[in-house]
């Protein structure tokens, strides 16, 4: 380990107080107060949730609104140190990309409710007899809600990073902790904050599923805004209910204007571009930071810190090469061989393809043990009918978000004022419109095949909106002006400036909400309103189906079906997009 002499200046502030620290520092110690008396209660014994957990009296909201937001800036948290771990491995290598993805794939767009039950008991038995337990369970269903699309959106970055900054990093001889915390992490910061709050808003319909958790005959209730919602849907509540929803529209505007809004300020710093930005996002909240003086005093050595840690040079393979001899050094440190190339590849996939079998066939023996050759045949074709709505919703919401993304991203004012209403619509439950589609449906005699189909996407459309929004935000300022000099407008500049510029961003966009609209099809091709059921034909509506029975064997049949479709739609048409993004619309 070697630390890179840098020549560090840090202006020390002076530590008298102004006005703007006696509005900012009760804002920080209430922050922290808040956040300590919500860890209090989750750490508290399992049997003070025995007595009834949620009541319907409003005055309760804040509470359970204060543990809501803690259970998703925990799982927030989880997610980001999931992102950049697994989103670096499968980006610098290789081998280790023909696996992640693909099962990042997979991951994002099989049902996370079907195994819940079973990381509950995991959970539960890792903290027995206390409320942690069911708390770390509910934090990572949130988080299996948050971390695909983040994932996605860092992976997406790491590989189109500009080849002149990659030059100048080789030029610099930056290590790869270096390279990666001075260039790739502040490139993918941008599209990062933005999907970051696409998931704080997709984490809202687990937060409902999450809060009530059944394992056995017993419910473990958790006090929080999803399980009052629950509650009220139950109770058939409707002023509960709109309770519910103005509770959940205060709170994403509390950590609208808290979180993300200096987040997006923040990250506009990280813009690749040779000119400044015509308008750039603000954030009153920084701007109030930033004139602080004891608060700034504080944050100086963290600041400080963390610049040091940012240059770093870690190298421990370094390490080892420089013990070995030197004719062996040189051998090592050399590019290896393309014959042992050949040789590595070739151990790798035989690896993977002895791990795929025997998974395979351990899957194929518990199928059989329940289902029909038969079986496949349907199921096969009800994954074709899913595929079919899933590929036709995506091309619509691209029609309609694409251009109005690329309108939002162009005007920093405006993306101020939407905002917040585009996370509140991303984090309205979805299933509170199933009374209203059963309804109609049966009302007019509609066909289920066709108009239970837009709730598939109803929740996930808006992945593709944040991350057109965010590729527009990040498109460089030069090349607007260079476009606008030479009076590129219309549907030129659409083709040749602007689609080539957001086309990675929505492809991420794209990727996420076709697995979400996968996972949604359970809930979203089988709806039901009291007495009432409507059901349309596709895998979604099988599982669910079979959920209901307990057929366990036809519902790994479902998943595995599921998974064979995304996996294929990946290799088929996601991954050579991502290439040609990659080879043709990479900024230089």
């Not at 804002?27 to 107060?33: E, F, I, T």
């Not at 989103?87 to 767009?109: H, W």
């Amino acid at each position: 380990m070697v630390w890179t002499q840098t020549s560090v200046s840090v202006k020390t502030a002076t530590a008298t107080p102004n006005c703007w620290d006696l509005v900012a520092l009760p804002l920080v110690v209430g922050l922290l107060a808040l956040a300590a008396v919500g860890g209090h209660q989750m750490a508290a014994p399992l049997a003070s949730l025995d007595a009834p957990a949620v009541s319907l009296d409003p005055w309760n909201l804040p509470d359970y609104a204060l543990r809501s937001t803690l259970r998703m800036l925990a799982a927030m948290a989880a997610s980001l140190l999931f992102t950049f771990t697994y989103a670096t491995l499968a980006a610098k290598s290789r081998r280790a990309g023909m696996v992640l993805i693909p099962v990042l794939d997979v991951l994002q767009s099989v049902p996370v409710l079907g195994y819940i039950s079973f990381t509950v008991v995991f959970f539960l038995s890792l903290f027995p007899g206390s409320v942690l337990g069911a708390e770390c369970a509910a934090i990572f269903a949130i988080f299996t809600s948050q971390a695909w699309n983040m994932t996605f959106s860092v992976y997406q970055s790491l590989r189109s990073v500009p080849r002149d900054l990659d030059e100048a990093a080789t030029s610099f001889r930056f290590s790869g902790w270096q390279r990666f915390w001075r260039l790739e992490a502040p490139f993918a910061m941008p599209g990062l904050v933005w999907n970051m709050m696409m998931s704080m808003s997709g984490g809202w319909f687990f937060v409902v599923a999450s809060e009530a958790i059944t394992v056995g005959d017993h419910t473990v209730t958790l006090p929080g805004i999803g399980s009052y919602l629950a509650e009220a849907i139950a109770q058939k509540d409707l002023g509960a209910v709109g309770w519910a929803v103005l509770a959940m529209l205060a709170v994403i505007l509390l950590y609208d204007q808290f979180l993300f809004r200096p987040l997006v300020a923040w990250a506009d710093k990280f813009r690749f571009e040779q000119t400044g930005a015509q308008e750039a996002p603000e954030s009153w909240v920084l701007r109030l930071f930033q004139r602080t003086r004891v608060c700034r005093s504080l944050l100086t050595p963290v600041e400080s810190l963390l610049g040091r840690v940012g240059w770093l040079r870690l190298s421990p393979l370094s390490a080892l090469t420089d013990a070995l001899p030197p004719a062996l050094r040189r051998r090592v440190a050399g590019p290896p061989s393309p014959a042992l190339e050949r040789t590595l590849d070739r151990v790798w996939y035989a690896v993977v393809a002895v791990a795929a079998l025997a998974l395979g066939w351990t899957m194929l023996r518990f199928i059989t043990s329940g289902a029909g050759w038969g079986d496949v045949g349907t199921v096969l074709l009800l994954g074709a009918a899913t595929l079919l709505r899933v590929m036709v919703l995506i091309a619509i919401a691209s029609l309609v978000w694409v251009p109005l993304g690329v309108l939002i991203g162009l005007r920093p004012r405006l993306a101020e004022a939407v905002q917040p209403l585009a996370q509140f619509l991303a984090a309205f439950p979805a299933n509170l419109l199933f009374p209203v589609a059963v309804v109609t449906i049966l009302r007019f005699d509609l066909n289920p095949d066709v108009w239970l189909s837009p709730l598939m996407i109803l929740g996930t459309q808006w992945y593709i909106l944040f991350n057109v929004v965010a590729g527009t935000a990040a498109f460089p300022s030069d090349l607007k002006e260079a476009a606008s000099s030479f009076r590129i407008r219309g549907w030129q500049w659409w083709r040749d400036v602007m689609l080539p510029g957001v086309f990675p961003y929505y492809l991420t966009g794209a990727v996420t909400a076709a697995g979400g609209s996968w996972n949604a099809s359970i809930v979203a091709e089988a709806v039901r309103w009291g007495d009432a059921e409507v059901t349309a034909h596709g895998l979604g509506s099988y599982i669910a189906q079979a959920t209901a029975a307990g057929d366990y064997p036809r519902i790994v049949l479902g998943i595995a079906v599921m998974s064979l479709f995304v996996t294929l739609l990946n290799r088929l048409l996601w991954r050579p997009l991502y290439g040609y993004a990659e080879r043709r619309l990479r900024l230089a």
